[in-house]
């Protein structure tokens, strides 16, 4: 069909039409480039620019300064210095006719030297062709005649270069003469040109650096400019996406796993931008100022502009951690890919910067993004991606704690034996996947461990006291009454509570309640068996206030509390607190043996305590009399005045009958044998058809139980049942659950549970009425913090902080999150049964216990669990340390298992002084009143610290000008302190004194001094007024060592009193590692002999731990002190070593050399002379008792060769002060002291090597020598009596 | 009181002996020391510097001197024998192989004075200088005893620690603000040593093989300090006039005065008496 007019449209509409639409085109296409276009990271970019330019402005001016004096005085004098140079320029072009003659002359040398080298270089090219042409017809051989030629091609090339190479040298040689004529005119100028340069280097450096950024001509800015523009900045703009990619840290998006790519560092533009020793180039601040220039005058920096904390840990390449291997989102999650701040996921901190984001970024809460970034609040839950020990999260000797929450998770998780219910598996088969903490296997899993190869047994101890003899112990009334309320019995005690909670409100929870209290006890006295215990000697009266006393220093305190002032000041909660025990004791005789049996020998009780053997043995007399038996003291004053009574549990039997219907009814049995059942009383199953716990139901004897026999039964199996269901058996031993699984939800991948799988219930329901302390409304709570925080009407920063946290836990639980979840399960475990109850028959009934844990120890562990995520990345992003560090933090862990560190500081106390001229702190010892070879033992085996920080303090004394020092660092011991200084005068700042003794030698040399200043050993003694202390950082460890110093000192400092009782209290054991063999300390870790005798009667106890346990914390000492393990040298027992050293006797005491071998001498020296006043040694047994106090009473020396590492006894025996500033052994042979001649020709260095070699080679010795050598008289002496005598 | 524009000028060459009554002291329990303690100083004739807190108030005039005596408020005391004659087990060839060695850690006098006590200025009075000794009394060792038992060093000034018998000794010396030492003296020993600052209180040190030994140290900057003798008597003499607080130390009770204050009159002596009950000394 042809086309008409009235086919055709009208030609003008439509060229109207066409106009408009294709305007509205454009526009849309320059809005799509603009929106395009329009990042928001572009802006921060520029930010970033404005920046680096106020930076490098800064830096230009700081650069003048320091050249100059002033930024005026730079640019005069540089201004000036170019004044010079030009004024000389026109001198010379004026005044000296051969200047401008000779420069050209110059300038046409050197171009006809640049003419000539071109030739050249083409020259040599052609002579090169000619010799490999030559090269290749010998090679091949090629016949005469050719051979002639390419010789005679090579030979007319090579003659070409050396002429061309001859001129070129000649021109070389006229252009230096020429020049050096020219310099011998300018060399003024030049000079000053040079200085000029010299003097403007800095400032030229980055004025070419900020041209890049802020271009000073119109020109470039322009250029730069331009650049940005859509579609232009394509093409290598300035401004563009930065992105780590991360091929082998996958991410799983979805179902796969891909590699990562981080941008983040689009916006983060300064967050690895460090300067020289790792110090952030843009600290972080949160600042009240908005523009850049403000953020740089003040040093401080808002996100996304700063520089990442903690430089050294992570980002730098020095770091474990560096940017380009591990990104970002690896540790932070969020949208890596994302350059915009919502789709990156931020995650708030709490809703209060939620609102804020909202309003500044149009931030609101993404269902779709699995998981978002980690608010700062449980950032380190990342950190348990590849740290699957732990342990160096929290304690690492070269980072501190860094990531203390995640870390405090784990202990409490640790604390409170949560695996016992929530097992965490760290493995996947033989594949370590995350944190470890599971439940040993009991005696009756042992078979299934050791029948499968493929299967990693659980190494934690089920954290309650065993109940397999509970009813040796305590009556079934104490043990309902403790089961229903443990708290109300000891307010410290860890196990939770699981009644009376708000899911057991109804009449149904109450009476129901009561049933099974009473079952419970009555079944766990009922499956309970009998263990032998021991009674004092008959005739032997405990005294309990000697108990109270030996209580004290034999060791109780440092893992138990006791609320008698004697133990003051003892805060150790390792153990339970020992107040009321005489109160839950069966009465008389029976609960006091129960306590002395317990004492003396904890295993007896149960297997894998973890409360060790103190050896508190009777002391007996000659006659056989026991005179004390510190255990039965102590159980004295445990006992106390006896046991309370304690109420029956009360309960109603139709309460019982309804819980067993519901147990039975319908499940194991049919309701019609239920019935039956409750009306025969004879159970319809035979023993051996049940495997559960029903098996109580079945009655042993003949015919039908009676009705008394029938409600025991009853109540039997009620009791087990409730075990069961509660999962008691996950922290206690029990008899017949050997073999019962955790009841919870195993925590392993718990991080990654799909959120839907919460079951929240009416939980929202319930925060809305109730949920805080006092039983009001949790969402009312969060309302008011917020419009709190908006108003910033908070009283303090802590009472933010803990409204911020409940309010970011709520908001969470709103919407459907994990941490949410955690948080409520946690503070109200049974919340999420709110309303459910009228549905819910009892046995349906959430059985989550309450802990009493804080909101703060509740955050740490969602910190934690929401770490578990099963997802170890690959191989080489896990952290895996050397076997040296592996071992220190497998013993960190048994130290803390063991609580060894109650008794033993570890580590020392660190103190940190401002010093100035003359101060005692910046004293060096006087190294050469010590033999010289013990010194340099001493510095092998105990490195110098540096004492120099690099830091300043500033001192402000009261009256006087303040005063900013530079400050010095050492490791020791605190000795006074203001708090128990004699002379502490409140009103006079000079008696505020600290004293504090060194313990590792420290280098008072400045880095980068060439100065020597000497060293200052160890137990070298400073005061310190209070004023100058800068930082202050107590050891963690030896709490108990310090209580019992203290408590035997008495309040006031007194040093003699001090050195005392550390010597009668147990040994720090700072620099175990190099003092003792691996070897030995295995042995004696499993077998704790005695060595020393303290006053306190306190010794080493044996510990519940296994060979493997052992050798670990055997090697762990020697790990952390770098010394040699497992196998160390003992060169001093080498016969090669021993030939040298008789040698050198028979070279340097040949007098003596004729009556002794070496190794006698030095026998006589150790057992005749000095040694034997204090030491048994050489089979001289030191007769005295170990209390009298007229006699020092010093370790046998029988055991040093197997115990002691030579170095480590080269010095103590040297100079035993630097190992032990407190010991009361004096330095027995020092330098300079003529002594015991004629042994060793009364040199004391060799007396001292002779007596380290004699204990190395003790057993060696006393072989040869039966009898012991007659004591060492000074021959002088002897003969002055005998000649007296005559 | 407190003006201080105008000072007490007192030759810097007088020569003040502490204690010349004090010539010999008695350790207790029979054995008399030869040993004096002697200590020279002198007080210069400088400027005071009136800015400076200090606690010694001093008046104009003439300088005066403190004398006192200490008293046991008790009937005297009978402390046991620390080794009985010819009972130690260790060296017993040397100590208490003649005589029993006393416990020293209280020492009454018949007249009820109580020996060995330190009576001093806490605090060094700022603004007047003073010359400190050209040398110190040594200790000395003799039958597993120290001798002195009490004593006074200067700091910054050598000493001399002997061993006049025939066994091994150590001195563990504990002080509280200097760095501590213990070496093996053999017999017929003797090393010189020196204390870098001054102590706030006497300090005891012990010998490790006889932990029954002991004496106590003092180390002083300034010369007003005194030990009282056999009958409890002390003199501090060169006092400038005016309020004083003395500190009072005796082993066994410790600080028996933290800061008592005296006034001391210009030109002639002041005397006190203490008295302490035996709860004091823990009887």
Request: proline share 7%; charged share 25%.
């Amino acid at each position: 069909m042809p086309a008409t007019d009235q086919y055709l449209r009208n030609i003008k509409k439509v060229h109207v039409v066409f106009c408009l639409s294709a305007i509205a085109f454009a526009l849309s296409t320059v809005l799509i480039l603009y929106r395009d276009h329009d990042d928001e990271w572009r802006g921060y970019q520029s930010d970033f620019d404005a920046i680096e330019t106020a930076v490098a402005r800064n830096a230009i001016t700081a650069a003048e300064v320091e050249a100059g004096g002033s930024a005026e005085a730079y640019t005069t004098k540089s201004l000036e210095l170019k004044e010079r140079i030009s004024s000389i320029d026109s001198q010379l072009a004026t005044s000296n006719k051969n200047y401008s003659e000779l420069s050209s002359t110059v300038a046409e040398t050197a171009r006809l030297y640049d003419l000539k080298g071109r030739d050249v270089r083409f020259k040599r090219a052609d002579r090169d062709v000619a010799k490999a042409n030559l090269d290749l017809g010998i090679r091949d051989a090629v016949p005469a005649d050719e051979m002639d030629q390419l010789t005679k091609a090579f030979n007319d090339a090579k003659s070409i270069v050396d002429t061309l190479e001859l001129e070129w040298e000649q021109l070389e040689t006229r252009y230096r003469e020429e020049q050096k004529e020219l310099q011998e005119i300018t060399a003024e100028r030049d000079a000053l040109e040079a200085e000029l340069k010299a003097y403007t280097a800095q400032v030229a450096r980055i004025e070419t650096a900020l041209d890049d950024i802020a271009p000073g001509s119109t020109l470039k800015r322009f250029k730069r400019g331009f650049m940005e523009l859509p579609i232009i900045d394509g093409f290598n703009g300035h401004q563009r996406v930065i992105q780590d990619w991360l091929p082998e840290l996958k991410i799983t998006l979805g179902m796969s796993k891909t590699a990562r790519f981080d941008r983040c560092r689009t916006c983060h533009l300064g967050i690895d931008k460090f300067g020289a020793g790792n110090v952030p180039s843009f600290p972080h601040g949160e600042t009240q100022d908005s523009s850049p220039t403000e953020w740089v005058a003040a040093n401080e920096f808002p996100h996304p502009f700063s520089s990442h904390p903690r430089p050294d840990v992570y980002l730098t390449a020095s770091s474990p951690h560096p940017l380009p291997e591990f990104g970002c989102t690896i540790c932070h999650d969020g949208q890596g890919s994302a350059t915009s701040f919502h789709n990156a996921q931020h995650g708030p901190n709490d809703p209060k910067q939620a609102q804020e984001w909202k309003d500044e970024f149009g931030y609101f809460h993404n269902h779709f993004w699995e998981y978002p970034m980690l608010p700062e609040r449980l950032r380190e839950s990342s950190c348990l991606k590849c740290h699957h020990e732990v342990i160096e999260l929290g304690v690492n000797p070269k980072f501190g704690p860094t990531a203390p929450k995640a870390f405090e998770g784990w202990q409490l998780i640790q604390k409170y034996g949560c695996f016992g219910c929530h097992e965490i598996n760290g493995f996947d088969g033989h594949d370590r996947i995350g944190p470890d903490l599971r439940l040993e296997p009991t005696i009756e899993e042992l078979p299934k461990y050791a029948s499968d190869p493929n299967m990693v047994p659980g190494k934690m101890r089920k954290v309650g006291p065993g109940l397999k003899h509970i009813a040796q112990k305590s009556g079934e009334n104490w043990i309902a009454y403790w089961t229903e309320d443990p708290q109300r019995f000891r307010p410290s005690t860890r196990m939770p509570k699981f009644f009376g909670l708000s899911n057991l409100k109804d009449h149904a929870g109450i009476e129901i309640s009561k049933v099974e209290l009473a079952g419970i006890a009555q079944f766990l006295s009922h499956q309970s068996t009998d263990i032998e215990l021991d009674s004092p000697a008959a005739n032997y009266v405990p005294d309990a206030e000697r108990g109270k006393e030996s209580m004290a220093k034999r060791g109780c305190i440092a893992c138990h509390q006791h609320a008698d002032p004697a133990f003051a000041g003892g805060d150790a909660d390792f153990g339970p607190d020992l107040s009321l025990t005489a109160q839950k004791l069966l009465p008389g005789q029976a609960g006091f043996d129960w306590v002395y049996t317990w004492i003396r020998d904890p295993q007896r009780h149960h297997p894998r305590s973890r409360m060790p053997n103190l050896f508190l043995e009777p002391v007996v007399d000659a006659e056989g009399k026991v005179t004390e038996d510190p255990a039965a003291d102590i159980a004295a004053f445990l006992v106390g005045n006896g046991p309370k009574e304690w109420p029956a549990p009360e309960f109603d039997e139709s309460a019982a009958n309804d819980l067993a219907e519901l147990y039975l009814s319908g499940k194991l049995l049919t309701a019609a044998q239920f019935k039956d059942f409750m009306e025969t009383r004879v159970f319809p199953l035979a023993r051996e058809e049940i495997k559960g716990d029903e098996i109580e139901l079945v009655f042993d004897g003949e015919g039908a139980p009676d009705e008394n026999q029938f409600r025991t039964l009853m109540m039997n199996y009620l009791g087990r049942r409730s075990i069961s269901r509660y999962g008691c058996y996950g922290c206690h031993d029990i008899n017949g659950f050997g073999t019962s699984r955790p009841i919870g939800t195993a925590l392993q991948d718990w991080g990654r549970k799909d959120p839907s799988r919460l079951a929240l219930e009416h939980v929202a329901e319930f925060l809305h009425h109730h949920g805080e302390k006092d039983g009001s409304s949790t969402a009312a709570f969060v309302n008011d913090a917020l419009k709190k925080a908006t108003a910033d009407a908070f009283d303090s920063e802590e009472e933010r902080e803990e409204a911020m946290r409940t309010s970011f836990f709520y908001d969470s639980l709103m919407h459907h999150g994990r941490p949410g979840f955690i948080f409520q399960k946690l503070r109200h475990p049974r919340s999420y049964d709110y309303e459910k109850t009228s549905t819910k028959t009892y046995v349906e009934r959430l059985v989550m216990p309450k802990f009493p844990l804080s909101d703060d120890n509740i955050e740490s562990i969602a910190t934690f669990v929401l770490g578990l995520v099963a997802e170890p990345p690959s191989e080489q992003y896990v952290y895996t340390p050397d076997r040296r560090t592996e071992d220190r933090n497998q013993g960190e862990i048994l130290l803390r298992k063991y609580n060894c560190i109650s008794c033993h500081m570890t580590d020392m106390h660190e103190i940190e002084v401002a010093v100035s001229d003359g101060d005692q702190a910046m004293e060096p010892t006087d190294a050469s009143a010590f033999h010289g070879f013990a010194l340099e033992k001493l510095l092998e085996i105990r490195p110098p610290s540096e004492a120099w920080t690099g830091r300043d303090h500033r001192v402000v004394v009261d009256g006087e000008d303040d005063q900013t020092l530079p400050t010095m660092k050492f490791r020791g011991m605190l000795m006074m302190t203001p708090e128990n200084s004699p002379f502490y005068d409140e009103d006079d700042p000079e008696t505020w004194q600290y004293s504090f003794t060194t313990w590792e030698p420290a280098s008072l040399t400045k880095p980068g001094s060439e100065e020597d200043a000497g060293l200052k050993l160890p137990g070298s003694l400073f005061v310190t007024q209070q004023s100058r202390i800068a930082k202050l950082k107590k050891a963690e460890t030896g709490g108990f060592a310090e209580w019992l110093v203290r408590r035997s000192m008495g309040d006031e400092f007194n040093p003699k009193a001090f050195d005392d009782a550390w010597q009668n209290g147990p040994p720090p054991l700072f620099g175990e590692g190099v003092k003792v063999q691996t070897e030995w300390l295995y042995r004696f870790l499993r077998e704790p002999d005695q060595i020393r005798y303290l006053k306190t009667g306190l010794r080493m106890p044996k510990f519940n731990m296994s060979q493997n346990e052992a050798r670990i914390l055997a090697n762990y000492f020697a790990a952390a002190d770098g010394a040699i393990y497992p196998y160390e040298a003992i060169p001093q027992s080498d016969q090669g070593y021993l030939a040298e050293m008789q040698e050198l006797f028979s070279k340097n005491h040949a007098e003596r050399a004729s009556e002794n071998s070496y190794l006698q001498e030095s026998w006589q020296m150790l057992s005749t002379t000095l040694c034997i006043k204090c030491h048994s040694v050489g089979g001289r047994e030191f007769s005295a008792a170990p209390n009298d106090p007229n006699v020092t009473h010093a370790p046998n020396l029988d055991r040093v060769n197997s115990r002691l590492r030579p170095d480590w006894l080269s010095v103590w025996v040297s100079n035993p002060k630097w190992i032990t500033p407190y010991t009361a052994m004096p330095i027995p042979f020092p330098k300079g002291q003529k002594q015991y001649n004629p042994l060793f020709g009364a040199d004391a260095e060799s007396q001292t090597i002779g007596v380290r070699d004699a204990l190395m080679n003790y057993y060696r010795l006393l072989e040869k020598n039966t009898e012991p050598l007659p004591p060492w008289r000074d021959p002088a002496a002897a003969a002055a009596e005998q000649a007296s005598l005559n | 009181m407190r003006n201080l524009t105008t000072l007490v000028f007192v030759p810097a060459a007088l020569l003040v002996v502490i204690g010349c009554d004090l010539a010999s002291i008695d350790p207790g329990g029979g054995a008399v020391s030869q040993t004096t303690v002697s200590v020279r100083g002198g007080v210069d004739a400088g400027p005071v510097d009136d800015t400076d807190d200090t606690d010694v108030a001093v008046a104009t005039g003439e300088p005066g001197s403190l004398t006192g005596t200490i008293l046991f408020d008790g009937p005297k005391p009978n402390l046991a024998p620390l080794v009985g004659k010819g009972t130690s087990r260790v060296d017993s060839a040397v100590c208490a192989a003649d005589e029993a060695i006393p416990d020293e850690s209280l020492v009454v006098g018949d007249n009820g004075g109580i020996a060995n006590v330190f009576v001093y200025l806490a605090k060094k009075p700022s603004g007047i200088k003073f010359e400190a000794p050209e040398a110190l009394a040594p200790l000395d060792q003799q039958a597993c005893l120290f001798k002195p038992h009490t004593l006074v060093f200067w700091s910054g000034i050598e000493f001399e620690l002997k061993n006049s018998d025939k066994v091994a000794h150590n001195i563990d010396a504990k002080p509280a603000a200097n760095a501590g030492f213990n070496e093996n003296m053999p017999p017929g020993a003797s090393v010189i040593k020196s204390f870098r600052n001054t102590e706030a209180l006497p300090f005891q040190s012990t010998c490790a093989i006889h932990p029954w030994m002991r004496f106590w140290t003092l180390v002083v900057d300034h010369p007003f300090y005194a030990v009282t003798n056999a009958e409890g008597k002390f003199e501090i003499p060169n006092l400038p006039p005016g309020k004083h607080k003395f500190r009072v130390f005796q082993e066994r009770a410790s600080q028996l005065e933290r800061s008592i204050e005296v006034v001391v009159a210009p030109g002639k002596p002041t005397t006190v008496e203490w008295k302490y009950p035996p709860s004091k000394f823990g009887l």
